[in-house]
């Protein structure tokens, strides 16, 4: 097995008396692909913060091994150095589009801010980069200048995965990018998010509360309740063979077609 | 008491000024004298707000001022001198200095307020293009009008020095008109509308085509100095974005131009980087004349009273306009001269001249112009 590409370490969280994330530890490999599962209110949410460094931690560490190949505790880096390992090397995929997009500015543009706040100045260039992504997540080109607002939601969660994915990031997170869209346009998406974390290689925390996301996209889950991780495996091995009492619950909930 | 002042100034005898020019806050003939030497201030204590407050306090008479006058003039007096005032910023293009009305301290502003707003240019200077937050005063007039402009210009303003005051270009606009009458009621300095006679020029949205001088000083008045609002309105993280140079979004905004009309088509407020550092709004000057602040020997003050922000380009100072490397900075270009003086490479006015589409194209710095015709250019007078 390679060396971890990410080290999350006893990592704890609480809003006053309430406990949302209770020591939770995992190691994640360069293309790996992780879910997370459990109910709505078991802290999935808290933990991508966590790791993401949009929260701090109230104790617990997240390491990530950078591209000079040392592994650093992302705590100890700087503000800037933060940012701009999370708009270089990292994605996040969000739930709400409209948090992770500009919905002012033409999809080229979303596409483009990643490469220009990196230091780029070639309109011709940006603009060539951003019609190949959108290509690749199968937006029709002639929509380059139209506003993420006149898209659809579909749509809009795939130019948001073209705006994350435009630097070459290693990790991805995402949070329920799947959830609020109709079964086609899911099932398409799933299609692209599989195809492309293995074209590229990357590895990928995605918190859902759909155990057949979790099937279809994952390699591993994790599943939460209140606050801790109460199951790890392979994701065959945890969705058909459930060992703990509350996994179990969780699989037979699930309605068949 | 008068050989400690040496040591230890009082706050109003003008040592806050940029240019070390005495005199502003007393009138000439107090000056021989040393002032405050009423005054209960000693070397080593730190002044306080009493300090500045006369002994009896005169309501009527507007912002009490520091320095105790000698002799207050009567009504009457007052009176003759608003009346002189008045007759003085009627006509003519230079007013002579003057004494200023009474009852206000000189230049409108306390010394108090003025040293603040001094500590802000000094900063913004010391950092150019940071945006210095200051505690921006009501003035008597509404915000949008150059609130941020006067409080800047009246913080340094000198009783040596030549005011000129431009509104888009034009000495005789009503904005225009209004504050440089305000300063020289307020402060009895000289007034012009000559650009190579001012010392202190504030100008809402042009900048002189006359190359500014060392030793001048452009005030500008701001309407809104962040140049990132437009694609994050929060304050707390444009802050950040500043901070951590993290200027990608700015791009954004010229990458929407291209994409929607083939080229940069922002024309005024064009961003610029500063020093290599901070980028920054030149408020809302056409982008005409942001190749004029690139390196201009004047110094180059910007005030914004809503928003409270005063931010600076010094001397020599390297100032960038933003743009991709395919598709450049370019200003605007007039396929006429002016109809006037017939200049060429100036920034044109639009003027329309009737309801059947017959317009002009004239100098928009109506200095500039006028002296030209003085100097025998003549356009050809004609609509186009």
């Known amino acids: 097995m390679s060396e971890p590409l990410l080290q999350v370490r006893g990592l704890t969280k609480r809003y006053g008396a309430r406990l949302a994330c209770a020591d939770v530890s995992f190691d994640l490999v360069p293309g790996e692909v992780l879910a997370i599962v459990g109910e709505s209110g078991s802290g999935k949410s ?20 950078m591209r000079d190949g040392a592994l650093r505790d992302l705590a100890g880096l700087s503000e800037a150095g933060r940012r701009a390992l999370m708009r270089t090397d990292w994605g996040f995929v969000r739930q709400d589009a409209t948090k992770g997009l500009r919905m002012a500015v033409s999809a080229g543009g979303n596409v483009g801010e990643r490469l220009m706040g990196l230091g780029e100045r070639h309109y011709g260039r940006i603009r060539a980069q951003a019609l190949d992504w959108l290509g690749r997540v199968e937006i029709d080109a002639g929509r380059i200048d139209d506003p993420p607002s006149q898209f659809s939601g579909g749509m809009r969660q795939r130019l948001q995965i073209a705006r994350n994915l435009v630097t070459a990031p290693r990790l991805v997170l995402m949070d329920e990018p799947t959830s609020g869209l109709d079964v086609s346009v899911q099932a398409r998406l799933l299609d692209l998010i599989r195809r492309l974390s293995a074209e590229l290689g990357l590895a990928v925390i995605i918190v859902t509360h759909d155990l057949a996301v979790a099937r279809l996209l994952s390699h591993r889950i994790a599943v939460m309740r209140a606050g801790r991780v109460i199951e790890t495996g392979l994701t065959d091995r945890v969705l058909d063979d459930p060992e703990h009492a509350y996994t179990q619950l969780l699989v037979s909930s699930v309605l068949a077609a | 008491m008068s050989g400690t002042h040496t040591v230890f100034p009082p706050p109003s005898a003008g040592e806050g000024t940029l240019r070390n ?89 306390d010394e108090g307020t003025k040293r603040m707003i001094r500590r802000a240019i000094l900063k913004g200077i010391a950092v150019p293009g940071y945006q210095v937050p200051f505690a921006s005063r009501e003035m008597p007039m509404p915000y949008g009008w150059g609130t941020g402009g006067v409080q800047v210009t009246a913080a340094i303003l000198g009783r040596a020095d030549v005011l000129k005051v431009i509104d888009q270009g034009a000495d005789d606009t009503t904005n225009a008109v209004s504050i440089r009458r305000f300063f020289a009621k307020t402060s009895g300095v000289a007034t012009t509308t000559r650009t190579a006679e001012a010392t202190v020029i504030q100008t809402r949205h042009r900048i002189p085509e006359t190359p500014l001088t060392e030793g001048q000083t452009l005030v500008y008045q701001v309407p809104i100095p962040e140049p990132l609002r437009y694609l994050e309105p929060r304050e707390t993280e444009t802050r950040q974005l500043h901070a951590l140079a993290e200027y990608g979004a700015m791009h954004v905004k010229l990458y929407e131009d291209i994409s929607r009309h083939g080229h940069i088509a922002t024309t005024y407020a064009y961003p610029v980087e500063v020093a290599g550092r901070y980028v920054m709004d030149p408020s809302p000057t056409p982008k005409f004349d942001n190749p004029k602040m690139d390196g201009c020997p004047a110094l180059q003050l910007f005030g914004a009273g809503r928003e409270r922000r005063i931010y600076a380009v010094p001397p020599y100072t390297r100032v960038r306009s933003l743009d991709f490397e395919d598709h450049p900075f370019r200003v605007q270009e007039f396929t006429h001269p002016c109809a006037l003086c017939g200049a060429k490479g100036v920034y044109l006015d639009e003027v329309l001249l009737d309801d059947a589409g017959n317009r002009m194209f004239v100098c928009s710095d109506t200095d500039h112009c006028e002296g030209r015709r003085a100097d025998g250019h003549v356009g050809t007078g004609e609509a186009i």
């Not at chain 1, 949009?54 to 390491?63: I, R, Y």
């Not at chain 2, 201030?41 to 002994?55: E, I, K, M, N, T």
């Not at chain 2, 207050?72 to 007052?78: A, I, K, S």
């Open chain 2, 21 to 109: 020019r005495g005199g502003e806050g007393s009138d000439g003939a107090e000056r021989s004298s040393p002032p405050h030497e009423d005054r209960a201030l000693s070397g080593s204590r730190v002044p306080l707000l009493r300090d500045f407050v006369p002994a009896q306090p005169l309501l009527t008479q507007g912002p009490p001022s520091p320095i105790p006058s000698r002799a207050r003039p009567t009504w009457d007096e007052q009176d003759a001198n608003l009346g002189q005032a008045r007759d003085r910023s009627g006509g003519g293009s230079a007013a002579e200095p003057s004494a200023p009305q009474s009852g206000y301290n000189f230049a409108y502003l």
């Open chain 1, 46 to 65: 808290t933990l991508l913060s966590l790791i993401a460094t949009e929260l701090a931690p109230d104790s617990g560490t997240v390491s990530y091994r």
